[in-house]
């Protein structure tokens, strides 16, 4: 069964940047692309950005221009860089890979 464990969310200032982490177990990594998504509260879920299999990279245009969504096949992670945050970036980020969804990693970003 995959398994999908994100890290890296936390309190940041407007302007300030994270980096969150996807892990990924008992799945061929390097098979699959990694897709984010987010939920912020009393807001459905919405896509962020992918990362392809083949590496090609795709952002909803919210984010364009500010994250950047990457992989490692070799450490089977996903990563998601995020600058210039916003107080609308607020929300609960999620990675999925093969229809399996993590738990998520919160976003709070505040003053």
């Known amino acids: 069964q995959v398994q999908l464990v994100e890290s890296g969310g936390g309190l940041v200032q407007p302007g300030g940047s994270l980096r969150l982490s996807c892990a990924a177990s008992?799945?061929?990594?390097?098979?699959?692309?990694v897709i984010w998504y987010r939920q912020a509260p009393g807001k459905q879920r919405e896509w962020v950005a992918t990362?392809?299999?083949?590496?090609?990279?795709t952002y909803a245009n919210s984010v364009k221009g500010r994250f950047t969504v990457s992989r490692d096949n070799a450490k089977n992670m996903g990563y998601l860089q995020m600058n210039s945050l916003k107080p609308e970036d607020t929300a609960v980020y999620y990675c999925?890979?093969?229809?399996?969804w993590g738990q998520g990693t919160q976003v709070t970003v505040s003053s």
């Open positions: 999925t890979m093969a229809g399996t």
């Open positions: 008992r799945i061929i990594f390097s098979d699959y692309g």
């Open positions: 990362v392809r299999s083949n590496e090609i990279t």
